[in-house]
């Protein structure tokens, strides 16, 4: 809170300087607020640095387009706390829409925070009861990151399996199958980091 503090005074007085910084910083006021409970302070902070993320990335695109999807990811569980579904879920489909547009450029870069992106678009549609279109953005977020886990199961096995987990629940909620040529590639590399991790230990 102090560091948002100072910085909104330094924007007030170089906005050019200091507006990136007051955004980083509201972000991460925002997420404190967020685990103490204080959900409208949370809402307020999270919706103030996607605002001013917003300004940014319309002067300098290149610069700040991933800061604001991902500012607009922030604001979208902060309004999903809040109960205010509609609101989360625009807020969550635009920052998925970013970031198709940043990994489209460069995905080596953007595909993993897509995946990201779109698990929780995912959610927010779930939220919605909108359960096909939940699975459909799950299979999108496994379709974007499995090329770079195939590649390197280690380092994204964290996202993956999330990823993959909500994917197959959702699916078996709805009586469908998942795309095994997808899936059985998935799952035999991560009994391969499973196996590695029992025989280390």
Known sequence: AEAADLYRELAAARPDAFKPDLASALNNLGARLSELGRREAALAAAAEA???????????????????????NNLGARLSELGRREAALAAAAEAADLYRELAAARPDAFAHQLALSLSALADRLEELGRAEEAAQRDLEAVRAIAPYFLRHPMPYAGQMIPIARDWMRRCEQLGQA????????IVAALAALAADGAAEG
Do not use: G, M, N, Q
């Open 50 to 72: 996607a605002d001013l993320y917003r300004e940014l990335a319309a002067a300098r695109p290149d610069a700040f387009k991933p800061d604001l999807a991902s500012a607009l």
């Open 178 to 185: 998942p795309d095994t040529a997808l899936l059985v590639p």
